[in-house]
């Protein structure tokens, strides 16, 4: 953690409080305290972010494993993190980084400018930056400033998020916003506040705001045993895609492992995945991916009207491209995506 900077997207009520306008908890805070993400707090009726300049992690990855499939494919992406999280998600995997703020882990941090981030994605050819691992809506003022340098660059920026951005969040980064991969991790409120410790209306009205803002949006459902596995609750996350946002929006379903309060929980089976990827057809949804998984679907891009096959895949590589000016070869079928960074 860094000197606090003046936050972005809060306004002042009576007596010192403040009330912040950046995540669907929308905290008022009193003086001399945090609000949920323990990130942002208020100093003297003045909203301070507590992680400006300082990131947790930085990678060059491929845009893949965002997971990104209709954003510029093939290329890399580099990866920014700073510390904290507005949700408290029981399985995360990163939980060492966004945790970090309420558990009082020390993780370190290195300081660092919007400049030199827009800098490093350069000097490394990455055609994008991603900001992920931990919650970009918590570091939003580094994510805002290095999202307009990088795109005055030639460089488009990604978010990889919970989806928990008020209205007002998304109009404001929209603008420099190219994509965004939103877990959706559940179709059920209660689910959402026992185990992420938020809302699930947030996350549904954030998406639509996203798609509205005309952000390319791909939404990941990690698939987990006895928490949001059931054919029902999966349809409804499918169902509401396809109705809600659009059949052309990516649904990728995924497995979880074992991790942070529930790293006993066995992985999902297979099967499980298999009829996620099903449902998701049902619904209408165009472009369905299950990660590792042979059968009815899979990780490669398939035309929805002719099922010619145009973006093969192996892991995080893409091993081959068949688009001709974004549509299919074959049927002239239109694919919706960004596939060039103009
Ligand atoms: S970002 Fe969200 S959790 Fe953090 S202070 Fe603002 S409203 Fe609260």
Not at 118 to 135: D, F, L
């Amino acid at each position: 953690m860094t000197d606090a900077h003046k936050a972005m997207l809060w306004e002042a009520l009576d007596g010192q409080k403040v009330r912040c306008d950046l995540c669907g908890h929308r905290c008022e805070i009193v003086a001399g305290k945090y609000g949920i993400c323990r990130v942002r707090r208020n100093e003297a009726g003045v909203l301070r972010s507590h992680s400006y300049g300082s990131v947790v992690a930085v990678n060059v990855d491929p845009i893949e494993k965002k997971p990104l499939f209709h954003f510029l494919p093939g290329t890399t992406s580099l990866s920014v993190a700073a510390a904290g999280c507005n949700f408290q998600c029981e399985f995360c995997q990163n939980w060492q980084i966004s945790q970090a703020p309420r558990t009082g882990l020390a993780v370190g941090g290195q300081a660092v400018s919007p400049e030199q981030i827009v800098s490093a994605a350069k000097a490394q050819g990455c055609a994008s930056i991603s900001y992920t691992y931990t919650e970009p809506t918590i570091f939003f003022e580094l994510a805002y400033e290095a999202s307009r340098l990088a795109r005055g660059q030639g460089i488009l920026n990604c978010f990889v998020s919970n989806g928990y951005m008020t209205p007002r969040a998304v109009q404001t980064i929209a603008p420099y916003l190219d994509a965004i991969n939103v877990d959706l991790k559940a179709f059920r409120d209660e689910t959402y506040r026992r185990v992420m410790k938020a809302g699930l209306q947030g996350v549904l009205d954030c998406l639509k705001a996203l798609v509205e803002a005309k952000v390319w949006v791909e939404v990941t459902t990690l698939v987990v045993p006895d928490m949001n596995d059931s054919p029902e609750e999966l349809r409804g996350i499918a169902e509401f895609i396809a109705k809600e946002l659009g059949t052309f929006v990516p649904w990728h379903v995924t497995r979880f492992h074992g991790d942070y309060k529930m790293s006993r929980k066995a992985g999902t089976p297979l099967e499980t995945l298999q009829m996620a990827g099903k449902i998701g057809v049902e619904a209408g949804l165009k472009y369905v991916y299950c990660g590792n998984v042979t059968g009815l679907v899979d990780e490669n891009t398939y035309c929805p009207a002719c099922r010619e096959l145009l973006i093969e895949r192996w892991g995080f590589s893409v091993r081959k491209m068949n688009l001709t000016g974004g549509k299919c070869p074959k049927c002239g079928e239109a694919i919706q995506g960004v596939w060039s960074p103009q």
